[in-house]
């Protein structure tokens, strides 16, 4: 069982940034991130492939976060640039446990989770 840590998360203005990262325990392959509001389901928002490429974001986030890995460290990042209010939310860091062709935008694909770190943007 791997498992999974977010850190990087916090409180930061509007136009501000924020980078997340993702530990992980042991060997992963595909990884995502997804995020969940407050009364609002869970939302994709990057994945990226164990080779480090493709990668894809949401429609919501493209141009300005980035995500990228570190195999030999097994870590994930989100670099967020010109956060907005409605990025404010609960951040989920979620990786497969094999080798997958596709890199997949939905939650049930991904095997193990972390527990979460709060990204919140003032106005």
């Known amino acids: 069982q791997v498992q999974l840590v977010e850190s990087g998360g916090g409180l930061v203005q509007a136009g501000g940034s924020l980078r997340l990262s993702c530990a992980a325990s042991g060997r992963t392959f595909n990884m995502g991130w997804f995020r969940q509001a407050p009364g609002k389901e869970r939302e994709f928002v990057a994945a990226?492939?164990?080779?480090?490429?493709?990668?894809y974001y949401a429609d919501s986030v493209k141009g300005r976060f980035t995500i990228a890995r570190d195999n030999a460290k097994n870590t994930m990042y989100l670099q967020m640039n010109s956060l907005k209010p409605e990025d404010t939310a609960v951040y989920y860091c979620?990786?497969?446990?094999?080798?997958?062709?596709?890199?997949?935008?939905?939650?049930?694909?991904?095997?193990?989770w972390g527990q979460g770190t709060q990204v919140t943007v003032s106005s």
């Open positions: 990226i492939s164990w080779l480090g490429t493709p990668k």
């Open positions: 979620a990786a497969q446990r094999s080798a997958r062709i596709d890199v997949s935008s939905g939650p049930d694909d991904y095997d193990y």
